[in-house]
């Protein structure tokens, strides 16, 4: 518990955001602590110029393993810039189906200008746009899921404070730089043909095959598929 402690000081020390944005209770989980640790890890690697603030940026998210992937593009190719440990995420493996189901959504979602929320209640967040085309064509309801800063989730994904600002001011960069829209694409978890086949019995291993298309063409090419919805499905395609 002191090494936890002293750790937790330390970094409140280093980091380029204080844990004083939370409760202090709150900045002691393990879980929170990681999420430090990962910003500022990605701090050093933007005051190192590895990577620039304003590059095209696309977020992967797998649940079971609780990573948030941030990608961006130098040189015209996708380069992992960091991997963020999630604080929170609530319900189980699935897609939301209903407001109120405390669900944690997947699939394939954008973030524009007008879904950055400066004024959070969870220091900053973006909205993730549930349901999307492919949610209401199921019938499937939700509103406001974010991914926001602090460690607290019913049915967001909650990054911690100093990891939602490298999170969220990535984001806002590659928009005010000129992307469009960031592509966040949410998977149940890594969609290996092993993890696949242990969750074969699952009621939606329909849902996440589609799923997988997504995942596959990037994994395979590192192209960020374009995503469209013929009648209750994904339609996923490379691009060019």
Same mark, same amino acid.
């Given at each position: ?90 319900? #189980?493996?699935? +897609? ?5 189901? !405390?669900? *944690?959504? =997947?699939?394939?979602? &954008?973030?524009?200008? %007008? ?64 992307? #469009?829209?960031? +592509? ?5 978890? !890594?969609? *290996?043909? =092993?993890?696949?086949? &242990?969750?074969?019995? %699952? ?38």
């Amino acid at each position: 518990m002191l090494k936890r402690l002293l750790t937790t000081l330390l970094l409140g020390i280093v980091a380029f955001t204080p844990v004083a944005a939370v409760a202090w209770w709150v900045s002691l989980e393990p879980d929170y602590v990681a999420g430090h640790r990962a910003a500022v890890k990605a701090q050093e690697k933007l005051d190192r110029g590895t990577f620039r603030s304003g590059l095209p940026v696309y977020v992967r998210i797998f649940k079971l393993e609780s990573i948030l992937e941030l990608w961006m593009q130098r040189d015209g190719e996708w380069q992992l810039f960091h991997s963020f440990p999630i604080c929170r995420w609530s319900g #189980r493996l699935g +897609p939301k189906l209903k407001e109120g189901d !405390w669900q *944690s959504p =997947e699939g394939f979602y &954008s973030v524009g200008k %007008s879904s950055l929320n400066p004024n959070s209640s969870y220091h900053l967040s973006f909205n993730l746009g549930v349901p999307n085309a492919y949610d209401r064509s199921h019938g499937r309801t939700g509103s406001f899921l974010m991914v926001h800063g602090n460690c607290v989730s019913i049915g967001c994904y909650a990054m911690t404070d100093p990891g939602i600002d490298i999170i969220y001011g990535l984001t806002k960069a590659a928009l005010d730089g000129g992307q #469009r829209r960031v +592509p966040v694409h949410i998977f149940p978890f !890594w969609m *290996s043909e =092993e993890n696949m086949a &242990s969750h074969a019995q %699952s009621k939606w291993i329909g849902f996440w095959r589609e799923l997988k298309v997504g995942f596959d063409i990037f994994e395979n090419d590192r192209k960020v598929p374009k995503v469209s919805v013929s009648p209750q499905r994904y339609v996923i395609r490379a691009p060019g």
